[in-house]
């Protein structure tokens, strides 16, 4: 079992910064493979970015303005979004891959862990 709690989202206007974070608890999380995804009212659940080891995956829509991160000593993922878009508002989720499937999970699918999310909201 692994639990996630996510937390720094919040209002932003287009332009800011924002760091969430999640953290989780259950069991090694070095050996967790985790990612990223958000979902907008009406849309499916997409995904934003994944860590493997030292490798990182992102969307072509948060390219080059987000960046994953972990600190293993917290048990912390971070979320870093910067030049922020209103169509980057969405609920963010964090997610975990505790099976260590092979390279980095850009699918929802390759996830069996995710914490409750937590909202940002870009205003123009």
């Known amino acids: 079992q692994v639990q996630l709690v996510e937390s720094g989202g919040g209002l932003a206007q287009a332009g800011d910064s924002l760091r969430l974070s999640c953290a989780a608890s259950g069991r090694p999380f070095v050996s967790i493979d985790m990612g990223w995804f958000r979902q907008a009212p009406g849309k499916e659940r997409q995904f934003v970015a994944a860590?493997?080891?030292?490798?990182?995956y992102y969307g072509d829509s948060v390219k080059g303005r987000f960046t994953i991160s972990r600190d293993n000593a917290k048990n912390t993922v971070y979320l870093q979004m910067n030049s922020l878009k209103p169509e980057d508002t969405a609920v963010y989720y964090c997610?975990?891959?505790?099976?260590?499937?092979?390279?980095?999970?850009?699918?929802?699918?390759?996830?069996?862990?995710w914490g409750q999310g937590t909202q940002v909201t870009v205003s123009s």
């Open positions: 997610a975990a891959d505790s099976l260590g499937r092979p390279g980095v999970g850009v699918q929802k699918t390759e996830y069996d862990y």
């Open positions: 860590m493997s080891g030292a490798t990182t």
